[in-house]
């Protein structure tokens, strides 16, 4: 029998393919084969096809080439080789990020049929042909005029799943795809678009081959509506469309939006949060050509999309679009890339832009596109003020007159959000006489208090225990809790306004599947007025009458050792205020902070991010900071700090002759993590080459020589430093 060789792409962290042999003809590159591989069985993708054997002795025939994969093509195997050469991560690790789960695993996927109807093409030929005896069959044949799922075919008889299968080969029956659950009435009138807006939507339209836009505009400003217009031009040259989002969890408003302005289009999402069955058929449906707006989150870069002719990167400055596990790619970063690939505009979105891209915008790689004002008529900004809150005593937290202003919201019937980012009742116990505080034994933080539940917990680790009824060191039975917390703040609220008792929404209180989105009715019903809450609520909620927004520990993120922290923070606190004021009301936001001339909130009450990302990317400039330089971060962790920080230095040595700069290694800002102690290794150019192949060489050496006792991450540019 003639054989063919295969080179095949493995999910095992080593930076290299394997070979295997196949009965010729039985997989091509792209496609899906299940091998062996010591004593395991894996699932990984084909490279390369060759007709002459590697000169290598133990080759192994592959198990099984189960075909039940479209081949990738090759623009996504080329998005994933370039992934995998500038995150410095194995191919075949990235080729894993990029099938759904059910297309990983080591077995053929029987799940196609689970979404796939059937069809009788012509009942009457069929019935004409059958036996009139044959009762049960004529029964069948009856039921296939219209589109049937194989269950309800399974309940005809016992042998009706193998008529089926006899049937389709002799094509009286035919698989058609679900019709499409719309249930959508079509959108009246669409909304007249103004000037800015259509300036937009016309220069994504005009452009032919790559170009990369950023969509410049505050919460409201109109974006959406952008993304809808070029969307619908896409769709009418029959293209299909691919939309990321931060967490499509969060956004389900955009997801109705999408459904009712397309109700004849097949939409389908993808992200981590579909189970397996139906992200694989979703998958399938846009690998297809059959869905033809692809929402997704960062995993869904990678989704092959025969007919794609745009892309959209909604809040492309939002962090999860950085995956931190595994390979860690930008998603945003990967569109582009393939944008310019595949030869088609990407269109980037965003109230507050990242630095990188405002970086790439100023320097005419994107072409920016301004939303200067509210897209709603009568629709103003909300109104900022900074409470200063050195020297006036706090409530609870609270300062007094953002009491007053929620008294007062309140009281005319208005909706107002308290945004604490911070969890639980207090972030630590603390001991009065002696001086204890409440440390994780195994991480450099504090345990957490939770009262609800009565116990401390540190929220790096998982740590958790009883809270102690005296102090641990001097036995001192009156412990206090230090600080705010979200629970706290709901007590302290409810006690306070209790015609309207507060709504707390967070990571505790949300984890539950759809806990969340009976919360957000609530809130919709106006049944809840107050609210208290984290970033949970920051993002993509449309709340119609919220008047006014307090913002409670905003300071955190002033004085951080990561360079991107002031960004981070503009982004937020805009974000937030965003929420406030959207329909027509005006909106107020309050924020405490103790450091009310601190330039930052100076330029957050001008509400000019322009402005700030003008000073933020000078300061990059004159700091040589990433986008300025270009960074590579390689992390390691060990038992002791020694072991971390000799390890780096080795690695250090290695670089020595290479075009880079590599910094002495130092302990992580969270120098212990889960009993973990962890150091850093910056190595950094002034461009992105140097750093590449700096990472490439360290990957390189640490698969040929896997160090005992360190774990270690290769992080080619770090989001957080
Ligand atoms: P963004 O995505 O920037 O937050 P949206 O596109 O969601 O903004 O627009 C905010 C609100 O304004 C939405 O309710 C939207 O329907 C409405 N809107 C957008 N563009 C227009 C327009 N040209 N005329 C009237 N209403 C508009
Ligand atoms: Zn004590
Ligand atoms: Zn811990």
Request: net charge positive.
């Amino acid at each position: 029998m003639p054989h063919a060789y295969l080179s095949v792409a493995l999910d095992v962290p080593l930076p290299r393919s394997f070979d295997y042999r196949a009965p010729a003809g039985a997989a091509a590159v792209g496609e899906r084969v299940i091998v062996p591989f010591g004593r395991q069985t894996l699932s990984g993708v084909v490279l390369a096809v060759s007709e002459t054997a590697p000169d290598f002795a133990g080759l192994k025939d592959i198990a099984a080439a189960p075909g039940d994969l479209p081949a990738l093509p090759a623009d996504v195997l080329a998005l994933c080789r370039f992934c995998a050469d500038f995150y410095a991560a194995p191919l075949g690790m990235v080729l894993a990020a990029a099938l759904p789960a059910a297309l990983r695993q080591p077995k053929p996927w029987g799940g196609d049929g689970g979404m796939l109807q059937w069809q009788a093409t012509d009942a009457d030929a069929l019935l004409a042909r059958l036996s009139p005896r044959a009762k049960k069959q004529r029964q069948l044949a009856e039921l296939l005029r219209t589109p049937q799922t194989r269950e309800a075919v399974r309940e005809i008889a016992g042998d009706a799943l193998r008529w089926l299968a006899d049937w389709h080969a002799a094509g009286e029956v035919i698989a058609v795809a679900p019709a499409r659950p719309t249930g959508m009435p079509r959108q009246a009138s669409l909304p007249q678009l103004n000037p800015a807006q259509a300036a937009a939507v016309d220069a994504v339209n005009a452009a032919e081959g790559y170009a990369a836009f950023l969509l410049y505009g505050v919460t409201g400003s109109g974006k959406t509506e952008v993304y809808l217009r070029a969307i619908a031009e896409r769709l009418g040259r029959g293209e299909q469309v691919l939309v990321l989002v931060p967490e499509i969890n969060l956004t389900p408003q955009l997801e109705a939006r999408f459904r009712q302005r397309f109700p004849d289009e097949a939409i389908v999402s993808l992200h981590s949060g579909l189970a397996d069955g139906e992200r694989t058929r979703n998958w399938l449906q846009a690998v297809r050509g059959e869905a033809r707006i692809v929402l997704g989150t960062r995993l869904a870069v990678f989704t092959p999309l025969p007919a794609l002719g745009l892309i959209v990167v909604d809040e492309e400055h939002d962090g999860s679009y950085r995956q931190q596990e595994g390979v860690r790619y930008s998603a945003r970063d990967l569109a582009v890339w393939r944008a310019r690939d595949r030869k088609l505009p990407v269109l980037l979105g965003s109230a507050t832009p990242s630095i990188e891209t405002w970086k790439n915008a100023s320097e005419g790689r994107y072409r920016r596109l301004d939303l200067p004002l509210r897209a709603v008529g009568g629709a103003v900004a909300p109104t900022i003020e900074v409470l200063p809150t050195g020297r006036i005593a706090l409530q609870d937290g609270i300062h007094p007159l953002a009491l007053e202003r929620l008294r007062a919201t309140l009281a005319r019937g208005g909706q107002a959000l308290v945004f604490i980012n911070r969890r639980g009742y207090s972030p630590v116990l603390a001991c009065n006489e002696c001086g204890w505080v409440s440390g994780c034994k195994r991480c450099d933080a504090k345990l957490v208090l939770h009262l609800g539940d009565r116990r401390l917990r540190c929220h790096h680790c998982g740590f958790e225990c009883a809270i102690p009824a005296e102090c641990p060191d001097c036995g001192n039975i009156d412990l206090k809790p230090l600080g705010q917390g979200t629970q706290r703040v709901e007590d302290a609220l409810a006690v306070r306004f209790p015609d309207t008792p507060p709504l707390r929404i967070d990571r505790d209180n949300t984890r539950r599947k759809g806990s969340l989105e009976a919360m957000l009715a609530q809130v919709h019903d106006g049944e809840v007025r107050l609210l208290v809450g984290t970033q949970m609520l920051a993002k993509g909620h449309d709340f119609a009458n919220l008047q006014l927004v307090v913002v409670l520990n905003a300071d955190a993120g002033l004085f951080s050792v990561d360079f991107r922290a002031e960004e981070r923070l503009f982004a937020q606190l805009l974000q937030v205020a965003g929420r406030a004021g959207r329909a027509g009301q005006p909106g107020q936001v309050l924020i405490q902070t103790r450091y009310p001339e601190h330039p930052f909130y100076a330029a957050l009450l001008a509400g000019d991010y322009a402005a700030f990302a003008d000073e933020q990317l000078a300061a990059r400039r004159e700091l040589l900071l990433p986008p300025c330089a270009a960074w590579l971060m390689v992390r390691a962790e060990a038992k002791r700090i020694e072991t971390s920080l000799a390890f780096l230095n080795a690695l250090r040595g290695a670089l020595v002759g290479m075009e880079v700069q590599a910094m002495t290694p130092i302990a992580a800002s969270m120098s212990r993590k889960a009993g973990w102690e962890r150091a850093q290794l910056l190595v950094t150019a002034a461009t992105r080459g140097p750093v590449v192949a700096a990472a490439a060489h360290l990957a390189a050496l640490l698969a040929a020589k896997p160090p005992k006792g360190v774990r270690w991450v290769i992080d080619v540019d770090p989001q957080d430093v």
